[in-house]
């Protein structure tokens, strides 16, 4: 396609749908307004997270922190409200919008303190310093069809999103303001998600996730999280599916474009003799994936046990997922995706046929496919004797093992611990052809314990946390050709163990010395200590290598709220927080040509023991600042923040033979823009809302050390390419979305405009290594099909992403000789779903 710098048709096409969209949302009327607030009948305290429902329409939302709710666009005349919360006998009033307030008092299903979600490390409106984002059931409904939860995220101000296979189902990372999702903390239900080796979040082991939960919230920049992977970005907090006092059975079911197939179906027990509730629910979703050879086969199950009793309520969760998907971390470079037929890739030409040429995969071979299962085991207690007191303990275990089978073409013999022989006079040191498979098998413990005392709007937490992870690393030779004569197939050429101890102490206070101000004060002290043992096979150096590293780290944090949560609101806040590198970085016993010296300070060939790493601990000064507005009809927000690091560990632009990024430390580098979000109702079922993030992420001082391979051999000279005040590679320099909703009584329209600045994959700064801005527009329609049938509870939605059909790509990479690679997004695709619930 042509490129450059003018006004391409398809940027035409989307302002103008944009301005019809606005023009629509001019030109309707004014709605009703219905305002409330939900407290508890026996004590007056407001009540969080209660579903409101106006019946007979598709209008609901989840309660503020403070209990209130707002609906601008109610219809006219009688309407019935419904209010559930699990810990509550519903509510049902049939009434009429007026000027004054509704107040909701729910009767408690069981005596009251029951907790029955998990709040600890979440921000709460007009009080807490943090730039935040919550996504309530509502609004996940209102955008889930089968993607993965990152994609749907992406809807919020600083997050994108990107897949392997183009369409969002199956392997998909997370950003958040240039960090990717290693440097964000997620906790599921105040379990940490991370993967303790690798910070990574593996999103493709809880397939259909997204299904599960009762709400998130992103938090940006270092938060409030204060135990878990240390949060650098940001933090994701999770909270699954609580049972609801009613009997349930849901059912969703749809189809799509490029195969794309969902089914689930859950069940909700209810409160069994006002103690008791089981809720369960199983699914799949099958994809074949936008590039070929991309498929994906997920299953995914979530069983959540509660009791309930006078001050404590106790819940056991099971969830996890079995996940199989082709691998296609692999790029390809422009020029093959512009069908340029004199350009040969992976062996091959373009085809001619564009479509073709944009998805192809280079991993070809049938098994190059990845398999793993990782059930999650969580034990949640909570007690509550009082208003004043609440004490959680939680306790987990994370269980994973899976393997990813690869072809790789001329292998070297010893690298995978291979005999050379000869064959007709001569030495065969080298593979035409070898498949091998790498496992990994993990067992991952925790507790966590939190105690909270309350006194008015004052508050005091401390807590501890403490876990453990076991893994073994292996790897396997399954074929070679040629075979040497004792080449046994399975054989193994590396073999370790990794494993990783944590313990945390933090302490935050909350103080309200006057009812228009708040000041947060925190500080978390951790100890990590890795370990690597065992390593079974030696390097091209003849090393075997070990260690226990540990580091010790500090993050006090304090802020400052001042105004009123129901109309403005400005706060700061200052944090420092430090993450270490991870178990790889330290040093990769899977690398044969990894010298032991080059990545510990200390080394002692004898033993075989490495001291003081030499990648170094990223350390984090953040600096926020933010100013809210809220009123019944409008919220909005924005946020200056500026973050100045030492050390921090940044993408260095290519990806190694696993897909992962090669990364180092620079040593002086900032982070800094500003975000600004805004919800609007306009008009009688008519809604707005749109965010926009600007971002600045360079070097200040980085210089890369790049080795010359065109002199391999006993002499390889070092290239040092200066980057300082260059743009850190892996984030647009802006994002922005833009959503009008029309809500009816029986159907809902909206529409989605999403659009990304221009995103560098190196830190060169060149064009050519980089993805030009691009925008799409998705639609989405849904319709209730009880005037049809006359049964209530069954929903009939249509889905269309990139309704204009651009072509784009959403991320790349260098491959070794320096050549960009892209990763190419879906063009237009369809999902269209059915949902019933009894």
């Known amino acids: 396609m042509p490129r450059g710098t003018s006004l391409h048709p398809h940027r ?118 943090v730039a935040f984002e919550n996504v309530t059931r509502q609004e996940i409904d209102r955008a889930h069809y089968a993607q993965d939860l990152p994609v749907l995220l992406a809807l919020s101000p600083g997050v994108y999103t990107s897949s392997d296979n183009g369409n969002g189902i199956g392997y998909s990372y997370l950003s958040i303001r240039g960090f990717p999702q290693r440097r964000v903390s997620v906790l599921v239900n105040g379990v940490p998600l ?4 690798s910070h990574e979040v593996y999103w493709i082991d809880l397939p259909d996730l997204a299904e599960n939960l009762q709400d998130a919230q992103i938090q940006r920049g270092v938060g409030t999280t204060l135990y878990g992977s240390n949060s650098i970005g940001g933090t994701i907090n999770l909270l699954t599916q609580y049972t609801a006092p009613d009997r349930q059975i849901a059912v969703s079911s749809g189809a799509g474009t490029y195969n794309t197939r969902r089914f689930s179906a859950a069940v909700n027990s209810g409160l069994l003799n006002n103690r008791h509730s089981i809720y369960a629910r199983v699914s799949r979703v099958l994809s074949d994936g936008y590039r070929k050879n991309s498929w994906t086969d997920l299953w995914s199950y979530f069983v959540s046990a509660a009791r309930y009793d006078t001050q404590w309520t106790n819940h056991l969760n099971l969830f996890g997922g079995f996940e199989k998907t082709h691998l296609a971390y692999k790029g390809i470079p422009r020029r093959f995706i512009d069908g340029d037929a004199t350009f040969t890739f992976n062996g091959r030409h373009p085809t001619g046929d564009p479509d073709a040429d944009r998805r192809y995969n280079p991993f070809e071979w049938k098994g190059e496919q990845d398999h793993f299962d990782q059930p999650h085991f969580q034990w949640i207690s909570e007690y509550h004797p009082d208003s004043n007191w609440h004490w959680v303990n939680t306790a987990y275990f994370i269980r994973g093992k899976g393997y990813y089978d690869q072809l790789r073409k001329n292998g070297d013999f010893a690298v995978y611990h291979l005999t050379p022989f000869s064959q007709n006079g001569e030495t065969v040191e080298t593979a035409d052809t070898l498949t091998r498979r790498r496992w990994v098998d993990n067992n991952f413990w925790g507790a966590i314990s939190k105690l909270t005392r309350k006194s008015g709007r004052n508050s005091l937490t401390a807590g501890i946390e403490w876990s453990s992870l076991g893994a073994r690393h292996w790897a396997q030779v399954r074929s070679v050709a040629p075979a040497p004569p004792d080449f046994r197939p399975g054989q193994r050429y590396y073999d370790y163990q990794g494993g990783k101890s944590v313990a945390t102490a933090f302490v935050e206070e909350v ?62 806040s200052i944090s420092h927080n430090s993450q270490e590198p991870t178990n790889d970085e330290i040093f990769d016993p899977q690398d044969y040509w990894a010298d ?62 696993d897909g992962v990024p090669i990364r180092a430390n620079a040593p002086k580098s900032v982070h800094q823009g500003i975000e600004v979000s805004v919800t609007a109702d306009i008009a009688r079922g008519l809604s707005a809302s749109g965010n926009l993030s600007v971002n600045d992420n360079r070097f200040v001082e980085f210089a890369e050390y790049v080795p010359d ?46 659009s990304a600045g221009r995103f560098y994959i190196d830190n060169a700064q060149s064009r050519a290594a980089s993805i030009d801005p691009y925008e799409t527009i998705d639609f989405r329609g849904e319709v209730k099909l009880e005037p049809l049938i006359g049964w209530a509870g069954i929903d009939l939605f249509l889905q269309v992403n990139n309704l204009l059909d651009r072509e784009y790509e959403t991320s790349g990479y260098l491959d070794d000789d320096g050549t960009p690679l892209f990763i190419p997004a879906a063009k237009r695709n369809v999902y269209v779903g059915l949902r019933v619930q009894l």
Request: aromatic residues 10%.
């Open 12 to 129: 035409r096409r989307t302002l103008l749908v944009g301005a019809i969209l606005w023009t629509t949302a001019a030109a309707s009327l004014e709605a009703a307004e219905l305002t409330g607030r939900i407290v508890d009948a026996q004590t007056g305290q407001p009540v969080a997270a209660a579903t409101v429902r106006i019946e007979g329409t598709t209008l609901a939302q989840a309660a503020q922190d403070d209990g209130t709710f707002t609906f601008t666009n109610a219809p006219d005349g009688l309407l019935e409200l419904i209010v559930r919360h699990v810990a509550y006998h519903p509510w049902r009033r049939r009434l009429t919008p007026i000027g004054q307030p509704e107040i909701v008092r729910l009767e408690p299903l069981v005596l009251r303190g029951q907790d029955v979600v998990v709040t600890a490390t979440r921000a709460v409106r007009g009080q807490s310093p």
């Open 194 to 197: 991370n993967d303790p080796e």
């Open 596 to 657: 032991a010296r080059a990545f510990f300070r200390e080394f002692d060939p004898g033993t075989g023991e490495g001291r003081q790493p030499l990648m170094k601990t990223e350390r984090i000064l953040d600096w926020e600042w933010g100013l809210a507005y809220r009123s019944g009809r409008l919220q909005a927000q924005a946020n200056l923040f500026h973050m100045a690091f030492e050390n921090e560990i940044v993408y260095n632009g290519q990806l190694n033979d």
């Open 511 to 572: 103080l309200a010395p006057a009812p228009w101000i708040t000041l947060t004060s925190a500080v978390q002290g951790s100890v990590k200590q890795y370990r690597l043992s065992d390593d079974r096979f030696p390097s091209a150096l003849g090393q075997l290598v070990k260690h226990t590293t540990t580091y010790s780290m500090l993050s006090p944090r304090f802020g400052v709220t001042v105004g009123d949560p129901h109309g403005w609101s400005v706060f700061t």
């Open 709 to 754: 391979w065109s002199h391999w051999g006993d002499y390889l000279p070092i290239d040092t390419i200066v980057r300082s005040g260059r743009i850190i590679a892996g984030f647009p320099t802006h994002l922005a979305n833009l959503r009008l909703s029309y809500d009816h009584r029986y159907f809902g329209l909206t529409g989605h405009l999403f």
